[in-house]
């Protein structure tokens, strides 16, 4: 026996019109495509949420890179509080500029864009932030560390939307190490 040939054979590999309004065939095609869109959405969900987690671990790291060098221009060196806070302050945004462009967006956005973007948002983030634990802590009288922890959970949510959406909304998983792990 001659093995038989489906409809798609054939055709010479092309669908005949008649297969794509048959309605049962439409109905399996559409729950094909909707099987491919429920992989891609799972798919972009692990994504996001390994870019949040990576991001969550560098900023971490640099709330570790900000208490010790703070200690050490502070205790150590006996620096100004105002100069060893804000050398802290810049490592630790550097450190975690740095790693979050590489590692976290894997993006290849020019530095100087990107730096600028997040300055303006320090910019913004700062100050605001300063008035609310001025009026938490020391109007309302809530805990300092309390109102401080609430403070970067607040930078940490609000970071982590403004880098993914506004600094590298253009230019994610760009660098050769996305490349390198796609």
């Avoid at 439409?26 to 891609?40: D, V």
């Avoid at 403070?151 to 959406?165: A, P, W």
Wanted: contains cysteine.
């Amino acid at each position: 026996g001659v093995p038989r040939r489906g409809r798609c054979q054939q055709a010479g590999g092309r669908l005949p019109r008649q297969h794509l309004t048959d309605p049962e065939n439409r109905a399996m095609i559409a729950s094909n495509n909707l099987t491919f869109l429920k992989r891609e959405a799972i798919t972009m969900q692990h994504t996001e949420l390994r870019r949040t987690g990576k991001f969550l671990l560098f900023s971490c790291s640099a709330g570790l890179i900000e208490l010790g060098s703070f200690a050490l221009f502070n205790e150590v060196f006996h620096w100004p509080y105002w100069g060893a806070y804000l050398t802290a302050l810049v490592l630790s945004v550097l450190w975690n500029f740095t790693c979050n462009r590489r590692y976290t967006f894997r993006s290849t956005e020019k530095v100087a864009r990107a730096m600028t973007l997040v300055f303006l948002y320090y910019c913004a983030f700062t100050p605001l932030s300063t008035l609310l634990e001025h009026r938490l802590a020391d109007v309302q009288g809530w805990n300092g560390y309390l109102v401080t922890f609430l403070n970067m959970v607040l930078n940490f949510v609000t970071e982590f939307l403004y880098q993914r959406f506004v600094v590298y909304r253009n230019s994610l998983d760009t660098n050769k190490l996305a490349h390198h792990h796609s």
